[in-house]
């Protein structure tokens, strides 16, 4: 076994033989040397330790034996066992200090010595190197666990700065989706007096004045693109309320395909793959219809030269640890996918941002992506995008999949419904003055009586003196007493008088989804429609009257 061998280095004489033989006869192995640079060779291989005798090293160069033992790795310090000529310790030999500062662990032996000497001190060498070995394995061992933990620091550290870069674009996105649902609420009532006040114009003087009345339908078209795009910041802030029914999505995409043929144009060829027997996903049909159809006017936009676009759609299985987070589940994948100009990944990290946007000016609001990843995080799915330049970009929107107990719909469609023919006696309930007047004057427009109040508490007052009160409309979020505490008095005190809700909030109303509601901004034809439904639900509407 080398590495508890002996290495003998006793050039002159039998020193070497009989040293050798001794070695042999206690059972440990030995190999002999004729100069330093044999001796460094046979270490090299290796030893346990070396007996040496002083005269070989006497007249050597030492300087490469010096190196070797400088070199030794950090376990190691190999022993040494030096044979001196009589009289030969460092006390009466000083040239042998020489040797204890070259070969560092180094044990003299005087000769002429006695065989148990050389052999106790030869185990003793063997066993000190022994120990050296156990202490390379430790030290192997060790080296090997802070590697490994040293992997696993670098692979946490990675991970924690994921996290972390993740946890700061969420927080970015809900700030600016707390920005945006702010500015959507304040642009929703200014919205409304604008829509309302449009309306009645153009039923008014369209006819008489046609010029005027084409200005008055593209301020109203304006104003419609003007609520879309609040949609969209709404859909971003995940703030808009979805009507989320279970629905096919194979069926919602065909019927799609004329609108989406027109809007991409006939330089892209459009390819719908649907997976057979799809089961229904957990959407609401309108925005998840706009989402489509953001996707692929993207698409077509990234494709200036046409080429082929594909709309797909399939189950999905979605094991833990899945790497955009989403919860264990059954989801149907829905993929849009282009072959276009691709992003960078700059470009890829921002899509989604609000009012981001690669297109030129006046080409797009930058709200198109926003309002898919908003619509997919509010149902409970995720939005995913992949691109590569050149390579074309995959948009895919998950969503979940419906339960059992929910009904199979498809989009809902808004029929507008006629004013009633009955007058009725309104009391019109906002604290936003031109919203309020606004709205009054459409009412009004259909005929009906209006009473207006700046508050709860006004509304309240102005009810117990009313003769006749046939409907109370009163907006959401007011100061002191808003929409939701006057509809519990005045349920409590008027339990037959309906209240419809009027909002353009965009937090949570749970406390009034009880009661009819009408989302800002509205035209005539929408308020309308709301009186009218109130009526027909009452039909044994009876006044309050005094």
Not at 217 to 230: E, I, S
Not at 312 to 340: C, H, M, N, Q, W
């Amino acid at each position: 076994m080398h590495s508890e061998r002996a290495v003998v280095l006793a050039p002159h004489g039998r020193d070497a033989i009989v040293a050798s033989a001794m070695l042999n006869e206690a059972m440990i192995a030995s190999a002999i040397c004729d100069n330093v640079g044999a001796l460094l060779l046979e270490l090299d291989v290796g030893a346990g330790f070396a007996l040496v005798t002083e005269e070989a090293l006497r007249d050597a160069d030492l300087s490469a034996l010096a190196r070797w033992i400088t070199d030794q790795p950090e376990w190691s310090d190999f022993p040494f066992v030096l044979l001196t000529r009589r009289e030969g310790g460092l006390e009466r030999n000083p040239a042998a200090r020489r040797y204890l500062e070259i070969l560092g662990n180094v044990t003299f032996l005087e000769r002429p010595f006695h065989p148990t000497t050389l052999i106790s001190l030869a185990q003793s060498a063997v066993r000190g190197r022994r120990r050296q070995y156990d202490a390379r394995a430790r030290l192997e061992e060790l080296h090997a666990f802070t590697t490994e933990l040293e992997r696993r620091v670098e692979d946490r550290t990675a991970a924690h700065e994921a996290a972390v870069a993740q946890l700061h674009e969420a927080q970015k996105l809900e700030t600016l989706g707390q920005l945006t649902g702010g500015v959507a609420h304040d642009f929703n009532n200014l919205l409304t007096p604008i829509t309302g006040a449009l309306d009645l114009l153009q039923r008014k003087y369209a006819e008489q004045d046609p010029r005027s009345g084409k200005l008055i339908a593209n301020a109203l078209l304006a104003a419609d693109r003007a609520k879309t795009l609040v949609q969209r910041l709404l859909g971003f802030a995940r703030r808009q309320e979805l009507q989320s029914v279970a629905l096919d999505v194979a069926d919602l995409i065909a019927g799609m395909h004329d609108l989406i043929a027109s809007s991409v144009g006939a330089t892209v060829e459009l390819h719908i793959d649907p997976a057979p027997d799809l089961p229904p996903a957990l959407a609401d049909p309108n925005q998840l219809e706009l989402a489509i159809l953001n996707l692929c006017i993207n698409a077509r936009d990234a494709m200036p030269n046409g080429g082929p676009l594909t709309i797909s759609s399939e189950k999905v299985d979605i094991a833990p640890g899945s790497a955009f987070g989403l919860p264990v589940g059954t989801y149907i994948r829905l993929s849009v996918i282009d072959t276009g100009v691709g992003m960078d990944a700059e470009t890829l990290t921002r899509a989604v941002e609000p009012f981001y946007s690669t297109k030129e000016t006046g080409r797009g609001t930058g709200l198109g992506l926003s309002m898919v990843h908003g619509l997919a995080a509010q149902l409970g799915g995720r939005f995913v995008l992949t691109s590569r330049p050149g390579h074309g970009t995959r948009a895919d929107l998950y969503l979940p999949m419906a339960k059992a107990s929910d009904a199979l719909r498809g989009p809902e469609r808004v029929n507008l419904i006629l004013p009633v023919d009955r007058p009725l006696s309104v009391i019109l309930v906002d604290d936003e003055d031109i919203v309020r007047t606004g709205t009054a004057e459409m009412i009004r427009y259909l005929g009906h009586n209006v009473i207006e109040a700046r508050g709860g508490a006004e509304a309240l007052t102005l009810l117990a003196d009313a003769a006749e009160v046939d409907v109370v409309i009163t907006d959401y979020k007011m100061p002191r007493m808003d929409g939701a505490e006057l509809s519990r008095r005045l349920k409590d005190q008027y339990p037959q008088l309906p209240v419809l809700i009027i909002t353009g909030y965009t937090g949570t109303t749970d406390d009034v989804l009880h009661l009819p509601r009408l989302a800002k901004p509205f035209g005539q034809s929408e308020i309308a429609a709301a009186l009218a439904a109130l009526t027909v639900e009452n039909d044994s509407l009876v006044s309050l009257r005094r």
